[in-house]
């Protein structure tokens, strides 16, 4: 084939899988750019309708030096019920190899996490059925990272902890390791696989789009309340 027909063809097979998940679950949320790897730096999960949102598409693009490149995705999400919370992943041939999902709360407690699904299945899922993990609705963050990496936090006597403890709790959905509970998760991860990154695409249930910040929406209705008091 032609040098531009292969390129036309690849950036087609790259798009096959968030424009079939919109299909079927839709509304798409894809990664603008480069996701941070940290709170701080999280997106915003959020579309201008509004609504529910089902699937998140983006990609792990590794590189770096030292592998200091793209190994680790934060989302910041709306869980608008937490009985019906799920993420898991649709697999196609442009995916990360082996993936790790985490949820933090506002404040950056560990809620819950998934290295693989089962020891027949090895994509990470989170599951809060039965409100296992936790009952309240409210804004999350999300984080996506290339296996082994692992939130952690640098305590002040300079040990380094990881919240979940995924090498030992290899399956399922698990939650904060043990005296973990209390601390807030920021930006620190143990190293991944740095040959480990890829696309990836995950399913959603229990997510809404996060809303406008608080000024924003009420400069909005007063915009649109001068506006009603022009045309009166």
Do not use: C
């Not at 952690?152 to 904060?176: D, I």
């Amino acid at each position: 084939m032609h040098h531009h027909t292969i390129i036309a063809l690849a950036a087609i097979a790259l798009f096959v899988p968030a424009a079939h998940a919109s299909i079927d679950r839709g509304p798409d949320f894809i990664e603008p750019g480069d996701t941070g790897s940290s709170r701080d730096t999280a997106k915003d999960v959020k579309t201008e309708a509004g609504g529910t949102i089902s699937t998140i598409s983006g990609s792990l693009g590794g590189g770096g030096f030292r592998g200091q490149g793209d190994y680790q995705d934060v989302y910041r999400i709306r869980i608008s019920d937490a009985s019906a919370f799920k993420i898991s992943l649709k697999n196609s041939s442009f995916d990360i190899p082996d993936a790790m999902l985490f949820l933090f709360n506002e404040n950056g407690n560990p809620i819950m996490a998934s290295n693989n699904t089962d020891p027949e299945n090895l994509d990470p899922v989170l599951n809060n059925a039965d409100n296992a993990f936790f009952n309240e609705a409210g804004i999350y963050y999300l984080a996506i990272t290339s296996a082994p990496s692992e939130a952690r936090v640098q305590l002040t006597n300079g040990e380094s902890v990881s919240l979940f403890n995924l090498v030992n709790n290899p399956f399922g959905t698990v939650g904060p390791a043990e005296g973990t509970g209390d601390f807030q998760w920021t930006s620190d991860w143990t190293a991944p696989d740095f040959d480990n990154f890829g696309s990836y695409l995950m399913l959603l249930d229990g997510v809404s789009s996060v809303p406008a910040p608080a000024g924003l929406a009420l400069l909005g209705l007063g915009l649109l309340g001068g506006r009603r008091r022009r045309r009166s």
